[in-house]
Structure formats: C-alpha cells, structure tokens
C-alpha cells in the first residue's frame, strides 16, 4: 500500500468552497481509479490562511501513476481547485505503509463536526494542463 501526501494552502474566505469541492467531486472520483483505495482530507485552520492535507492511499505505484501520470511525484489539481488555493507545494510524497492502528477505518465516512461542509473529492489535473 502506498500513501500520496500532498499540501495546499487557501485564503481563509476560499476554504470552505475548497473543502467542498474535494468532498464533492474531486475526491470521490478517485474511487472510479482502479487500486485507489480512498484517503484522509486533514484542514487546519489559520488566522489568515487554511492549510489542508490530502493523504490518498494506493494499491501501489501503478496504481498511482494511473492517477498523477508516469512522473508521479508532481502534484495534479483539477482546474477549479487551483483557483481557489493561494499557495501550493508542487510535488507529492509517497511512502510504503507499514502498519495501520486506526480503528474506524472501515466506516462509510470519518466523524465531521456540525459546522464542516458536505461530503467530497480529488482527481486533479497537473499544473498548467487545464484538463482532468
């Protein structure tokens, strides 16, 4: 199992069309990717900017190369969601997954507090493609 982590930034006033956006389109279309086994979206909060945190998980590095094209250490964004990140780290990592000790894993969804926005998604498109 391979795990992609990827880091973006948004102004404040962008975050939760941001989130929305991964919720809702981006991040459920990477389950139609065959080995693509779904991921975390982590959002931290900042007084004038909101980072967020795309951690996808993949059957192997085939299966990633499936998602980010054969050089898969760059980060891909879909169009819409460039627009709305203010800053950006342009390569992804990835690492071999050792061992997992999360109970809840197998749930439908991860516990969402009142106030966050609906469910959502990642298929992204390189920088300066244009197109998924």
Sequence with gaps: MIARHWRGWTETHNADAYE???R???LPALKRIPGCHGGY???SNGPEEVEFVVMNF????EAVKQFAGPDYGVAVFEPDA???LSRIEPT???Y???METVTWASRQEVPTPPCR???AALMHTREGDGEC
Excluded: D, Y
């Design 20 to 22: 929305t956006l991964l």
């Design 24 to 26: 809702n389109r981006i």
């Design 41 to 43: 979206l982590l959002r």
């Design 58 to 61: 993949f059957e192997s590095i």
């Design 82 to 84: 460039r627009q709305l």
């Design 92 to 94: 992804a990592s990835h």
């Design 96 to 98: 071999e997954v050792r």
């Design 117 to 119: 926005m609906p469910e």
